[in-house]
């Protein structure tokens, strides 16, 4: 019983935390001086994994922001369920060049941390759940609407292979 309560306040507070973030992002305020260069909500979908013989959850919900602090610059976090059905958050930069963007088709890549897998040696906190994570993207926007395709590289420890990523994106 204690174990499922502790769990459901941390998963509170990190959904607490999101929550906060997308509403201070959506203050013209905010928006004006943080997120200058755009300030769009991402839905996680779904995933695709590189492993013929075991079986993923494809399904991913969640939900983050993107808040571009200049043209190729952006900060972003968020929430999903991982294909391990497990809460995951993670959060970082990303980094998205103006020579490799062309017309609705930007190459970028994000790095931060994120939770929800055994990190094992690598791995931060009491439990190693919080890890390191580097990965490229193919960001498509028009106009207000984009999707974003991330490979995320194999966690070893939780024997997770490369995997796609699928976000559908809407501009503020």
Not at 6 to 16: C, E, P
Not at 35 to 57: I, N, Q, R, T, Y
Not at 85 to 114: E, Q
Not at 149 to 160: E, Q, V
């Amino acid at each position: 019983m204690c174990t499922w309560l502790s769990r459901f306040r941390t998963f509170r507070a990190h959904l607490s935390a999101v929550a906060a973030l997308v509403a201070l992002g959506w203050t013209p305020a905010a928006h004006a001086s943080w997120c200058g260069d755009g300030l769009w909500l991402d839905a996680m979908v779904a995933s695709h994994h590189f492993h013929p013989d075991k079986d993923f959850e494809q399904f991913n919900p969640g939900i983050g922001v993107e808040c571009w602090v200049t043209p190729q610059w952006a900060v972003t976090g968020g929430y999903f369920r991982n294909s391990l059905s497990k809460p995951s958050f993670y959060g970082g930069g990303v980094w998205g060049p103006d020579f490799l963007h062309w017309n609705y088709i930007r190459l970028a890549v994000m790095a931060g941390l994120i939770s929800g897998y055994d990190y094992g040696s690598y791995g931060l906190g009491h439990n190693h759940t919080v890890g390191p994570v580097a990965a490229p993207l193919i960001m498509l926007e028009y106009k207000r609407v984009g999707a974003n395709i991330i490979l995320i590289p194999p966690i070893p420890s939780s024997d997770l292979p490369f995997t796609l990523g699928f976000m559908l994106r809407m501009r503020f």
